[in-house]
């Protein structure tokens, strides 16, 4: 039979997922998500994606201050749910809620655990290189991301691809994979895997600091954080000037294939549509950024309308 599902997410990484199974031929009884929050200017509340995907699906949803209070428990319980469906909702389940499906809780994260277990798996997969990743599903613990995994599949990262587009991209591959889970799951046809916990890596959450670009690093590095960092919280620098330095957020970079030897930071190069920058290795071109408050620009066009000098050293603020 159709299994029950209550459907916990908060993002846009969530929405695929609780689209894919209310289409499937599971039943979706609940969608749970984080209260509406202020946001923009005016502060005006703001439903999360998940609310309002299931809003228009015409789903029940249902948004607790806290999930694991007693009288959210007992909200869900009633339901007699087969299976919590979780995808970055973003408050810590307790043991008590984890045990009221049939069936079990389970979450779909994004990487092969056990690597990068945590919030931020796809920023650290691309910052440290990895060509490949994907998404795994597994049954919840108390244990942050340490529950055996159902499911799994794996993906090449782009060469140029930026955390942002590959955080859509793996959202629909999680969709499908959700579906095909919680299928094989209803046949009792899933073999489950415990995770090694040798190979366990973290992906913290990330602070707006570490955006900061450092030029001492070589341009391939500098590189794959500008990726990282893309869109949040974004790579950036600084610009020296008279009153007050100019922040900058590198959104597309590439390499040059030359070594000037200047000081890591040392603008090389500033006219036409070429922006060089030194690094700890060979120089590397910015392609597309944007100053603090303004619009993303080409560098040629940034280029005509500010002026950047040869010989000015870009840095912290």
């Known amino acids: 039979m159709p299994l029950k599902v209550v459907f916990i997410g908060t993002p846009d990484f969530a929405v695929p ?7 499937s031929a599971h039943e979706v009884t609940l969608a749970i998500s984080q209260p509406d929050r202020q946001s923009g200017r005016g502060k005006k509340l703001s439903a999360p994606p998940v609310k309002a995907a299931a809003t228009a699906l015409g789903i029940p949803v249902f948004q607790p201050d806290k999930i694991s209070t007693s009288a959210s428990i007992e909200h869900i319980r ?10 970055a909702y973003g408050q810590k389940l307790s043991n008590e809620l984890l045990a009221v499906p049939h069936l079990g809780s389970f979450n779909l994260h994004g990487s ?34 340490a529950g055996e995994m159902g499911a799994k599949v794996t993906t090449p990262i782009g060469p140029d691809e930026t955390a942002g587009e590959l ?23 899933i073999q489950f895997e415990v995770q090694d916990e040798l190979q366990v890596t973290i992906a913290r959450s990330l602070k707006k600091e570490q955006g900061l670009i450092e030029w001492s690093q070589t341009s391939e590095v500098i590189l794959r954080h500008i990726r990282a960092m893309t869109p949040w919280p ?30 890591p930071g040392t603008i090389v190069q500033a006219a036409d549509d070429t ?15 944007v100053l603090a408050g303004k619009k993303p620009m080409d560098v040629g066009s940034f280029l005509r309308g500010n ?4 010989g000015k050293q870009l840095g912290q603020g």
Do not use: C
């Open 17 to 23: 997922s609780l689209e894919a199974i209310s289409a």
């Open 78 to 87: 009633r339901l007699e749910p087969d299976v919590l469906a979780v995808v």
């Open 112 to 145: 092969i655990l056990p690597k990068y277990r945590g919030a931020a798996p796809i920023t650290y997969a691309i910052w440290n290189g990895e060509t490949e990743t994907g998404l795994t599903i597994f049954r919840m613990v108390e244990k942050m991301d």
């Open 167 to 189: 955080h859509v991209r793996l959202s629909l591959m999680g969709a499908d994979l959700f579906v095909e889970f919680l299928d094989k799951l209803e046949a009792g046809q």
């Open 234 to 263: 974004g790579a950036y620098t600084y610009y020296p000037a008279d009153r007050e330095n100019q922040r900058i957020t590198v959104l597309k970079a590439s390499p040059s294939g030359t070594q000037s030897g200047s000081p």
């Open 275 to 289: 922006l060089a920058i030194a690094t700890g290795g060979s120089d590397l071109l910015i392609n597309r950024l």
């Open 307 to 310: 002026s950047f000098k040869v």
